[in-house]
């Protein structure tokens, strides 16, 4: 079973780059999430989407745009990547919100020089 | 609004000895809390979950966590400490906010084992 895959692993931006993270699940969950990832500060959330069709900003949206494609997408933008935004990233689903476990994916190492 | 504050970035034990990991959470309406652990260059995994069944809570690898409402605390134990354990490990919580619920989660404790 994949559970939830991101894309890609790795990847350097020079600042003022664009991209987009690619997140996918096959449990056919409700909800997804985008968390951040950064030393000493644990995981910070960037933006959720409680079912499909819906988002909402989380701890750390700025700079930072979601798509929620269908049921199972939810990609991440950097419109114009700062080095600020180095971190890793972690995609997230779970059946719903609230008191259901989140499965993780494996995490995307963002730099941005 | 709802945070988590874990009390100490890294904890060292030696194999075999007790494993204490704090956590206390503010919420202004009755929590979902739970523990995840995350082993090196890897996603997070569930070790446990709080939602008000049961205020003592088993979950995988021998660990427990207590939830004590009066202190705001949701502590993870393991009488045990075993090599494997070592990993960083986060406390969360998620309760109902304007919009829907939010899961938050601790700055993270790094376990140290021993030998």
């Known amino acids: 079973n994949a559970g939830v895959t991101q894309t890609p692993k790795f990847q350097v931006l020079k600042t003022g780059q664009s991209m987009t993270l690619q997140c996918a699940q096959d449990?056919?969950?409700?909800?997804m999430y985008w968390y951040r990832q950064d030393p000493g500060m644990g995981l910070r959330l960037i933006y959720y989407?409680?079912?499909?069709?819906?988002?909402d900003k989380g701890e750390v949206p700025n700079g930072y745009n979601v798509s929620r494609l269908n049921k199972r997408e939810f990609s991440l933008r950097l419109e114009s990547a700062a080095p600020s935004q180095t971190s890793v990233y972690f995609c997230?689903?779970?059946?719903?919100?609230?008191?259901?476990?989140?499965?993780f994916g494996q995490g995307t190492r963002l730099t941005v020089v | 609004a709802q945070s988590v504050t874990q009390l100490g970035s890294h904890v060292s034990v030696s194999e075999g000895a007790l494993v204490l990991l704090r956590c206390n959470y503010s919420?202004?309406?009755?929590?979902?809390l739970f523990w995840y652990v995350q082993y090196p260059n890897q996603g997070l995994q569930l070790l446990l979950k709080?939602?008000?069944?049961?205020?003592l809570v088993k979950g995988i690898n021998g660990f427990e966590a207590e939830f004590k409402k009066s202190e705001t605390s949701f502590h993870l134990t393991k009488p045990s400490a075993h090599m494997s354990d070592a990993a960083e490990y986060f406390c969360?919580?998620?309760?109902?906010?304007?919009?829907?619920?939010?899961?938050?989660f601790g700055a993270g404790t790094r376990l140290f084992v021993k030998a």
């Open positions: 997230a689903s779970s059946a719903r919100t609230g008191n259901t476990e989140a499965f």
């Open positions: 449990m056919n969950h409700n909800s």
């Open positions: 989407s409680a079912s499909e069709g819906t988002t």
């Open positions: 919420s202004s309406v009755p929590p979902y």
């Open positions: 709080y939602t008000s069944a049961a205020t």
């Open positions: 969360a919580v998620s309760d109902l906010n304007t919009g829907g619920f939010k899961t938050i």
